[in-house]
């Protein structure tokens, strides 16, 4: 079992930047490849990053490459979203993921979810 708690989201103004952190419980946290996924009103929850147990290999969306990196600390069980350059579209509801296995942009390949954590950006 893996619980997650997201932290570091708020209100930020259009440029600005976000550093969003997920702590995991759980011994095996670095065994699990781990997934950010974001979900704006009434639209569907959509992929944004992803990493590989190791933190070797990283994933994103196209809408957020080039100003978005996910990275992890498996010591302290933290994954990581930095968040550069924000636009009104980033704001949402940011999920923190984790799945066995290889890293995934479809969410429902992921096991275990955190409560989430908003992100808004005023323009």
């Known amino acids: 079992q893996v619980q997650l708690v997201e932290s570091g989201g708020g209100l930020v103004q259009a440029g600005g930047s976000l550093r969003l952190s997920c702590a995991a419980s759980?011994?095996?946290?670095?065994?699990?490849?781990m997934g950010w996924f974001r979900q704006a009103p009434r639209k569907e929850r959509e992929f944004v990053a992803a990493i590989s147990w190791r933190g070797g290999s990283t994933y994103y969306a196209d809408s957020v490459k080039g100003r978005f990196t996910i990275s992890r600390d498996n010591a302290k069980n933290t994954v990581y979203l930095q968040m550069n350059s924000l636009k009104p579209e980033d704001t949402a509801d940011y999920y923190c993921?984790?799945?066995?296995?290889?890293?995934?942009?479809?969410?429902?390949?992921?096991?275990?979810w955190g409560q989430g954590t908003q992100v808004t950006v005023s323009s």
């Open positions: 993921t984790a799945k066995n296995g290889l890293a995934a942009a479809r969410p429902q390949e992921y096991d275990y």
């Open positions: 759980g011994r095996t946290f670095s065994s699990y490849a």
